[in-house]
């Protein structure tokens, strides 16, 4: 059975060695999708080091994928380093096309890169595909432009649903959009028709009419997708969380330090039979986010 799970380079407290040595372990038990995300991956300096690493699995090695979600604001620099080293796809996080709305959402950041990052990953061969966290009040009304702009660009485009990870400022009930919302409201500019494509992840495809990309809908909430996941996701802590609802995780670090390659595959086969059957996520005036860990400590 495929199985694919995540590695988020956020910090140094595992080795580019101990982390290759985890994903070999984990693939030598089926998984064969990793992902590198974050945070952002491409600010750790070893990161194409790791890429080559693990791409070496690729090929017949028991690794059919090896993709990453990034910001592309380091993408220019990176992108044909990260096609040497065998990612053929990536997710690049994009909320908005509006230079001012997309600095409100990451606070500072520049769309001209972002853009100038996207075309660097497709002059490498790298295919793309856009991820939208579509939020009430800031982008909501930007959907349809930004699929017709995926459209001219040969991007895929995912719309996510804002899940609730980490305390925050404002009520999340204030920003919650419900994707069969924007999904009717799509379907009054585009056509849209049901299509079986998977990635491995949760989002369900319908093909765009005229434009050949498609568009995913990634909906925690208002369609769970838990019965059909299958990922597990690996901090550089060496944390390993086994559902990005729940806080319950396994050191892995420690198993490799303390005991080597015994007491990590000692670990793993007790954590992975663990995996929850579903998150807690709930959007509710006034509730607690399901977990305390942002996004950015786990990815998505």
């Given at each position: 059975m495929s199985e694919a799970m995540t590695f988020l380079p956020r910090n140094r407290l595992l080795s580019l060695e101990e982390i290759a040595v985890i994903a070999e372990r984990f693939v030598a038990r089926g998984i064969d999708k990793i992902r590198l995300s974050g945070g952002e991956p491409l600010v750790r300096r070893d990161v194409t080091d790791l890429c080559r690493r693990l791409g070496r699995m690729l090929d017949g090695g028991g690794l059919?994928?090896?993709?990453?979600?990034?910001?592309?604001?380091?993408?220019?620099?990176?992108?044909?380093?990260?096609?040497?080293?065998?990612?053929?796809?990536?997710?690049?996080?994009?909320?908005?096309?509006?230079?001012?709305?997309?600095?409100?959402?990451?606070?500072?950041?520049?769309?001209?890169?972002?853009?100038?990052?996207?075309?660097?990953?497709?002059?490498?061969?790298?295919?793309?595909?856009?991820?939208?966290?579509?939020?009430?009040?800031?982008?909501?009304?930007?959907?349809?432009?930004?699929?017709?702009?995926?459209?001219?660009?040969?991007?895929?485009?995912?719309?996510?649903?804002?899940?609730?990870?980490?305390?925050?400022?404002?009520?999340?009930?204030?920003?919650?959009?419900?994707?069969?919302?924007?999904?009717?409201?799509?379907?009054?500019?585009?056509?849209?028709?049901?299509d079986q494509h998977r990635t491995g992840g949760p989002a369900r495809y319908w093909r765009v009419g005229g434009q050949g990309n498609r568009l995913g809908l990634i909906s925690p909430l208002t369609e769970n997708f838990c019965a059909g996941c299958n990922r597990v996701r690996l901090t550089t802590e060496g944390k390993l969380y086994l559902c990005l609802g729940h806080d319950d995780h396994v050191d892995l670090k420690d198993a490799l330090r303390t005991g080597g390659i015994d007491a990590l595959d000692a670990a793993l086969d007790a954590a992975l039979p663990r995996k929850p059957a579903a998150h807690d996520f709930r959007i509710e005036a006034g509730a607690a986010p399901a977990v305390t860990r942002h996004m950015s400590v786990t990815g998505g």
């Open positions: 059919s994928e090896l993709t990453m979600t990034t910001n592309a604001t380091r993408l220019r620099d990176h992108a044909p380093a990260l096609a040497d080293a065998g990612i053929r796809r990536i997710n690049v996080s994009l909320d908005s096309l509006d230079p001012a709305t997309f600095r409100y959402v990451t606070r500072h950041g520049d769309i001209a890169q972002v853009l100038d990052g996207i075309a660097a990953a497709r002059d490498a061969a790298i295919a793309v595909k856009i991820n939208m966290v579509v939020l009430k009040g800031l982008n909501e009304d930007q959907v349809g432009d930004m699929l017709a702009w995926c459209g001219r660009e040969g991007h895929d485009l995912s719309l996510i649903e804002t899940m609730p990870l980490g305390a925050i400022d404002e009520d999340r009930t204030d920003r919650f959009v419900p994707l069969t919302r924007v999904f009717e409201t799509l379907g009054q500019r585009f056509t849209l028709t049901r």
